[in-house]
């Protein structure tokens, strides 16, 4: 990371670059020495005309216009607004890497900072909404802000003009930096019902306030996440994409299992960030690469312990696309290339519930079915294993294998990991699926290091297998079915790479 001293530090200009006409002249904390009129006129002349012409809309555009319509459709004359969200300190003067609010990305096909979606209803009589966007324009060389502010663009990089986004986004585009006194004027002069998606922009929540409620900003934070229960055929295919990136990622971490040995879990960690950062955007959630014991631990993330042969490791992990669409996989596999006894008898368990799981992933099917069918194999396996006295329904009935079984069986996917997860119970978990649902199905069995409960040779070992499940109309799809997942193919699978 660069420093010298011209250096910017995020909202340390002088009061007047806030406006368009001032120069910046003097750093505010009088740590960087006065800024030359000559040097000022330096560099703002001398730049040559870069912006973008004949762009066409973005393949997403016309999908997130048919996802406003609904929004608006729902709500029909309140006016509607929902930020992107702002960049968040990591320390000092450096930023975590921005991630747009999720509702945001849907509703637009945008992932830009500071930006808002309005959508102000239209005049009486005349139904629906006039939508547009606040974004940041191009960096202002007049005033400075290009080079002197911390997000200018000779420090981050070229943004899109407004005009350019109007292209690729297909909606109106205003200066985010007067959106706050605009809104506020707005709603004050056009009285209406307001609803603002809460949590990502203080700014933008402040100057709305007296307009708005708890309980109507809730009912549009619950549409949302409902609106993205079925995906459209866009989505679909940035899934399946990332589950194939995901795949690869599997792929390169099994090729370097010695490296890893030799080393830690963070050189699984690594490897499979490489590929999300090749393929991708990102990895869409912390990776979990959980050797040995490890893989009892739920979201182990700390991913700093050692990889030991004749052990298991359990790698979840999924790559998020650009689009940040994300994959969610998991397969536990066995360090050395074979299964043991035990771990073949616990991992086919496993394997079987989830078998059983996604046979039940049907439309017209409950949500719940795929859980319960899942739950019901493990709780005979813990019966038939002596580790629960049956019969199994009293099992069932009172949650006993849950000690072992710990979690549900699996959850919406799309743009968040955990997908929808602001939707009312009876849209979601009481649902009957249809297609287009896209969700996980993963049981795992865990026996505990200490677990007393169990016999000594079952403490440590966890196993979890997880595919993502697309309902479709005649019953389902494994989106990740490009990595194998019964033992004979597994192991076959890693003596491949290996050789």
Not at 48 to 75: G, I
Not at 108 to 122: C, F, K
Not at 227 to 246: F, M, N
Not at 252 to 271: F, K, N
């Amino acid at each position: 990371m660069t420093e010298d001293d011209l250096a910017p530090e995020t909202d340390e200009l002088t009061e007047d670059a806030s406006t368009e006409e001032a120069p910046i002249k003097q750093r505010k904390n009088g740590l960087y020495p006065a800024i030359s009129d000559e040097l000022t006129a330096v560099m703002k002349s001398g730049w040559a005309d870069t912006e973008l012409r004949d762009l066409v809309p973005a393949e997403q555009s016309a999908y997130a216009a048919k996802r406003r319509a609904a929004l608006s459709a729902r709500f029909p004359g309140d006016r509607i607004v929902v930020p992107a969200g702002n960049l968040k300190t990591r320390s000092n003067d450096t930023e975590y890497s921005f991630r747009a609010a999720t509702e945001y990305v849907h509703l637009t096909g945008d992932q830009t900072e500071d930006a808002v979606l309005v959508m102000e209803p239209r005049g009486e009589g005349d139904e629906g909404h006039d939508a547009y966007l606040y974004l940041l324009p191009r960096s202002d060389r007049e005033n400075g802000e290009f080079w002197l502010s911390g997000q200018g663009e000779l420090w981050v990089g070229r943004r899109h003009s407004l005009t350019e986004a109007e292209a690729l986004l297909g909606l109106p585009a205003k200066d985010v930096r007067k959106a706050a006194e605009e809104l506020a004027e707005q709603a004050d002069e056009r009285p209406a019902t307001t609803r603002v998606l809460r949590g990502h922009d203080a700014a933008i929540e402040a100057a709305l306030a007296p307009h708005t409620t708890k309980h109507g900003d809730d009912e549009l934070r619950v549409f949302l996440s409902e609106l993205r229960l079925v995906k459209d055929e866009w989505e679909i295919g940035q899934l399946q994409a990332a589950c194939d990136a995901t795949a690869k990622g599997f792929t390169d971490v099994v090729r370097e299992l010695a490296q890893a040995v030799a080393t830690s879990e963070r050189w699984i960690e690594g490897t499979f960030f490489r590929r999300a950062r090749v393929e991708g955007n990102d990895i869409g959630y912390g990776s979990i690469c959980a050797a040995g014991p490890h893989a009892t631990t739920l979201h182990w993330v700390r991913n700093d312990g050692p990889v030991r042969p004749g052990e298991l490791l359990l790698l979840d992990a999924g790559v998020e696309m650009q689009s940040l669409y994300t994959a969610d996989i998991t397969r536990t596999l066995p360090i050395d290339g074979t299964f043991n006894e035990l771990q073949r008898k616990i991992y086919q368990a496993v394997l079987d519930a989830q078998e059983a799981g996604i046979a039940a992933v049907k439309p017209g099917a409950r949500y719940r079915d795929f859980h319960e069918a899942s739950q019901q194999v493990l709780a005979e396996r813990l019966v038939e294993w002596g580790l629960l006295e049956g019969p199994v329904e009293r099992v069932l009935e009172l949650g006993l294998q849950r000690r072992w079984t710990l979690h549900g069986t699996g959850h919406m996917l799309g743009l968040d990991v955990h997908d929808c997860a602001h939707a009312r119970v009876e849209s979601y978990v009481d649902c009957v699926l249809e297609p287009g649902v896209v969700l996980t199905v993963e049981p795992g069995l865990y026996f505990q290091a200490d677990d007393e409960l169990v016999p000594e040779e079952y403490r440590g070992i966890g196993v979890r297998i997880e595919d993502d499940i697309l309902v479709t109309a005649d019953g389902n799809r494994n989106l990740s079915a490009a990595l194998p997942r019964t033992v004979e193919d597994v192991e076959s699978w890693m003596a491949s790479l290996k050789g």
